[in-house]
């Protein structure tokens, strides 16, 4: 009997000693929960610490690890190499974002803006964010569809807009800072208008119908920088059309007294301005 004694008694001061310190654990733990989710202190500091990764290229994760960083994204700008950040999620001393396109700059910086849209308190990183080119974009725009049925050709946001068939050339708007994007299609009549700082897309028909197909396009070398699309036609015309800047690209002139049906290929020479195609 006095060895179970003993034992009990061995429990009981054990238990005495380790409860509280799982107490203050857990007290801790939420302690620092709390501090982690603080909203912004107009009296103190905004500071960034650390960041991690230090390199990476358009849409990668970024964290940035600091202090008073406040808890609401709404009130925060995040610039990473020139460019705003997507800001995910936030607390007081740690904020996840996603790398901006072409963030060459590579400074890391966080604003803080009060109700009014006015910035109240701002930091900047150390040291510098190296971008890393991505040369090949895996998924841009458009949806996938388990079911061909229900698949559609339209437009909208990029997760929006549809099935996207037949794609057959891209080409860049050169006057747009390469943020319009124009896509043709085989089969598909008009031209897509792909907004790159938008982040949609938008049917273009004045461009083409469905009898002119619309197979390449380019530019001309001059400072209007005028549109050239060469088509698949129906029947025997003028593959090569001008499209105006001035007209927002509805006016149209016809290149030349040729008369083909189709073509294969198309460019502009650069410097003397003249059209290729076969």
Not at 39 to 56: N, Q
Request: glycine share 8%; charged share 25%; aromatic share 10%.
């Amino acid at each position: 009997m006095k060895k179970k004694s003993d034992w009990r008694t061995r429990f009981i001061r054990l238990c005495a000693v380790v409860l509280p310190l799982i107490v203050l654990c857990f007290t801790a733990c939420k302690d620092e929960d709390k501090e982690e989710n603080l909203p912004f202190d107009p009296t103190k500091p905004v500071v960034i610490t650390d960041f991690a990764p230090k390199s990476g290229g358009i849409g990668n994760n970024i964290i940035l690890y600091g202090e008073n960083f406040g808890n609401d994204p709404k009130k925060l700008k995040v610039i990473v190499g020139g460019k705003e950040a997507n800001i995910i999620s936030v607390k007081n001393n740690m904020l996840y974002c996603v790398v901006p396109r072409m963030a060459t700059e590579g400074d890391v910086e966080i604003s803080v803006y009060d109700d009014n849209g006015e910035e109240v308190a701002f930091a900047e990183a150390e040291e510098k964010f190296a971008y890393v080119k991505q040369w090949l974009v895996s998924t841009l725009a458009g949806q996938r569809f388990e079911n061909e049925k229900d698949a559609f050709q339209g437009e909208g946001a990029f997760d929006a807009c549809g099935c996207i068939k037949g794609a057959t050339w891209f080409s860049f708007d050169p006057k747009s800072n390469f943020d319009h994007l124009y896509l043709t299609c085989y089969g598909a009549g008009a031209i897509r208008l792909i907004d790159l700082e938008e982040k949609t897309v938008t049917m273009v028909p004045f461009l083409a119908n469905t009898a002119d197909r619309p197979a390449i396009i380019n530019w001309t070398a001059d400072e209007n920088r005028d549109m050239i699309i060469s088509r698949d036609l129906n029947k025997d015309g003028n593959v090569n059309v001008l499209k105006t800047r001035i007209s927002e690209f509805k006016a149209e002139v016809k290149l030349g007294e040729s008369k083909q049906k189709g073509v294969t290929g198309a460019f502009v020479h650069p410097k003397t301005g003249k059209l290729y195609y076969t």
